[in-house]
């Protein structure tokens, strides 16, 4: 690094080692912000979260302007008092309320890498939103932590016992794959053929690249779970840490911290709860308990198949995604951090 990269990049380190001071009032600022539009839509009837144009969930506007001004009133008390021990719980709570509304904003985000457009604009924006205000409220329930050094530990593996939940998640993942690639290759499961699948696809309003990667073969689900098991390896070797040698003219420089990590949390807090809850629905359906649909298969049996093969991958790899994700955040802290 040159000195005048090191002159322009001093500024903005020292800025950001003093999170600290002013995450308070950046929170703030988005709890306004989230309020005003929790309040919109909520005078305008906006439904949040969307499903299919019914209205009747329009009054959960109401409940984001209340997330809102709740995480208004604990930040703000955090700038005027300090972080006293009421308002850390006040923040935990909301930070969850918050997570809560985020959840699912991995599935929009999927559906716009693929071409296709979201069932709801506000109802994205509103899970944007708060995905953002979580991290922005657990930043401030944890802004009394002392700032940590600046010396950049070596690049390492994590422990062999959390390597093995790597190696759980990528292999949760080859059922939830073959199965797509047999239907994109135009074979039949589960009692469906490819050309069936695709003509769901396109019911469904799959977008121009989807189809097209279909007609060649390629699954995009399928892809995406490839670059799934890569972020996960990536997380618990020290290539993830330090760029390898195939990446050219990136390589042998650090990794940004944040370049694994956004992608791993926002896949962990989607895809852990998401195939948790449904690995449990399966289960009460193959007990008689809950009726499964069939949906746009041929039987609910084959319907069940198919989804405890999408609902088991989801569960394992969001779980092994979240361990291999606090592994590479523990690791890659700057060394010499003090705690209170």
Same mark, same amino acid.
């Given at each position: 690094?040159?000195?005048?990269?090191?002159?322009?990049?001093?500024?903005?380190?020292?800025?950001?080692?003093?999170?600290?001071?002013?995450?308070?009032? !950046?929170?703030?600022?988005?709890?306004?912000?989230?309020?005003?539009?929790?309040?919109?839509?909520?005078?305008?009837?906006?439904?949040?979260?969307?499903?299919?144009? @019914?209205?009747?969930?329009?009054?959960?506007?109401?409940?984001?302007?209340?997330?809102?001004?709740?995480?208004?009133?604990?930040?703000?008390?955090?700038?005027?008092?300090?972080?006293?021990?009421?308002?850390?719980?006040?923040?935990?709570?909301?930070?969850?309320?918050?997570?809560? /509304?985020?959840?699912?904003?991995?599935? @929009?985000?999927? +559906?716009?890498?693929?071409?296709?457009?979201?069932?709801?604009?506000?109802?994205?924006?509103?899970?944007?939103?708060?995905?953002?205000?979580?991290?922005?409220?657990?930043?401030?329930?944890?802004?009394?932590?002392?700032?940590?050094?600046?010396?950049?530990?070596?690049?390492?593996?994590?422990?062999?016992?959390?390597?093995?939940?790597?190696?759980?998640?990528?292999?949760?993942?080859?059922? &939830?794959?073959?199965?797509?690639?047999?239907?994109?290759?135009?074979?039949?499961?589960?009692? #469906?053929?490819?050309?069936?699948?695709?003509?769901?696809?396109?019911?469904?309003?799959?977008?121009?690249?989807?189809? +097209?990667?279909?007609?060649?073969?390629? @699954?995009? +689900?399928?892809?995406?779970?490839?670059?799934?098991?890569?972020?996960?390896?990536?997380?618990?070797?020290?290539?993830?840490?330090?760029?390898?040698?195939? /990446?050219?003219?990136?390589?042998?420089?650090?990794?940004?911290?944040?370049?694994?990590?956004?992608?791993?949390?926002?896949?962990?807090?989607?895809?852990?709860?998401?195939? !948790?809850?449904?690995?449990? &629905?399966?289960?009460?359906?193959?007990?008689?308990?809950?009726?499964?649909?069939?949906? @746009?298969?041929?039987?609910? !049996?084959?319907?069940?198949?198919?989804?405890? #093969?999408?609902?088991?991958?989801?569960?394992?790899?969001? #779980?092994?995604?979240? #361990?291999?994700?606090?592994? &590479?955040?523990?690791? +890659?802290?700057?060394?010499?951090?003090?705690?209170?």
């Amino acid at each position: 690094m040159t000195s005048a990269e090191r002159t322009m990049k001093a500024p903005w380190s020292a800025w950001w080692q003093r999170w600290p001071r002013w995450v308070a009032r !950046a929170t703030m600022l988005w709890a306004v912000l989230y309020t005003g539009f929790g309040l919109a839509c909520a005078l305008n009837g906006t439904p949040l979260p969307y499903h299919g144009g @019914d209205s009747g969930v329009s009054g959960l506007g109401w409940a984001v302007v209340a997330v809102g001004s709740l995480g208004t009133l604990a930040s703000g008390a955090v700038v005027l008092y300090g972080l006293l021990p009421p308002l850390r719980v006040l923040l935990w709570v909301v930070c969850g309320l918050a997570g809560l /509304t985020a959840f699912s904003l991995l599935m @929009d985000v999927i +559906t716009l890498m693929l071409g296709q457009g979201v069932d709801s604009w506000a109802s994205a924006a509103n899970k944007a939103l708060a995905a953002v205000g979580a991290v922005l409220l657990a930043a401030t329930a944890r802004s009394d932590r002392l700032p940590g050094g600046t010396a950049v530990r070596a690049p390492s593996a994590a422990p062999q016992r959390l390597q093995l939940a790597a190696w759980a998640g990528t292999l949760a993942f080859l059922p &939830y794959a073959a199965m797509k690639l047999v239907w994109a290759s135009g074979g039949t499961f589960a009692g #469906i053929t490819g050309e069936e699948m695709l003509a769901v696809s396109e019911r469904n309003g799959a977008s121009g690249i989807f189809l +097209t990667l279909e007609s060649w073969g390629l @699954d995009p +689900t399928a892809l995406l779970a490839a670059l799934g098991v890569f972020l996960l390896w990536g997380l618990v070797r020290p290539w993830g840490q330090v760029f390898p040698r195939w /990446t050219l003219f990136l390589r042998g420089r650090r990794v940004p911290r944040w370049l694994p990590l956004a992608p791993a949390l926002l896949g962990a807090a989607t895809l852990a709860p998401y195939g !948790a809850v449904g690995v449990g &629905y399966l289960a009460l359906a193959t007990t008689g308990v809950a009726t499964m649909r069939r949906g @746009d298969f041929h039987s609910s !049996a084959d319907a069940l198949l198919v989804g405890w #093969i999408g609902m088991v991958a989801f569960a394992v790899y969001g #779980i092994a995604l979240t #361990i291999a994700a606090r592994s &590479y955040w523990l690791r +890659t802290r700057p060394a010499g951090r003090v705690r209170p």
